[in-house]
């Protein structure tokens, strides 16, 4: 099977529970633990074994029976799986409160993410310094992306955190310049060439999931 196909048929919640194990994982590792067993992840999240063995296999690693998964190649396996084991070059635009919050967050550097610069439209925040990124505007982008790639760094993802009406053309700049891959925050879906990876956050759809479990229970109660 080819590895393209292969992707668009992975289980979305499976792929969505591999940092979860990740962390536990990497836990284990600082306990000293060489072995965990399948059972044992399933118990922390309360999983059945059989669905966190499923999870598990999408990564090409299987536990042996007994003894369970050796800690540190199913770490390796899961960080290659998810592509956490490179660096992706993103370019951040829209930094208004999400966009800080995100420039601020260390833990994306530990799954590879390197945020190499920052956009906006406000020319009240250029030159701004935000964790190390300075602020450009939005017409240097091209200009930006130039220089990385002189230095070997290809910008392949955007990251799109403006609000909504200005989601699309700040996409299509994006695309202009390359990239392979849109993570987009803002409430609106993005057209976008085939070619190009697509993910949106939804804080909302979560909210609302809890939100309805709290009310279920409300009535249950
Ligand atoms: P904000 O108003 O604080 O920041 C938006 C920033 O985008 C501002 O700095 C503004 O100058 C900049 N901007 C506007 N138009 C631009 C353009 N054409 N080019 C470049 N920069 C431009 O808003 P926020 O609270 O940071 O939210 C940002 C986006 O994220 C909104 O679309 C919001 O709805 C969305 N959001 C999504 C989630 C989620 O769960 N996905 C959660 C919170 C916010």
Redesign the pocket.
Known sequence: MKASSRVRNLPTPSVQRLPVYLRFLKEARRRGDDVVSCTRIAEEFGQRSVQVRKDLAITGVSGRPKVGYRVDELIEAIESFLGWDVKTTAFL???????RALLNYEGFVEHGLDVAAA????PA?FGQEINGRVVRP?DQIASTAARLREEGRIVEMGIV????R??Q??ADKLVGIGVRAIWN???VRLDLPNDVVYEE????ASFAVLTNRLRRRDADE
């Open positions: 635009v829209g930094v208004g409160n999400l966009g956009f906006d439209a406000n925040l939005l955190t403006v609000p909504a200005a989601a053309p700040v925050y803002a409430p956050v939804k804080l909302s």
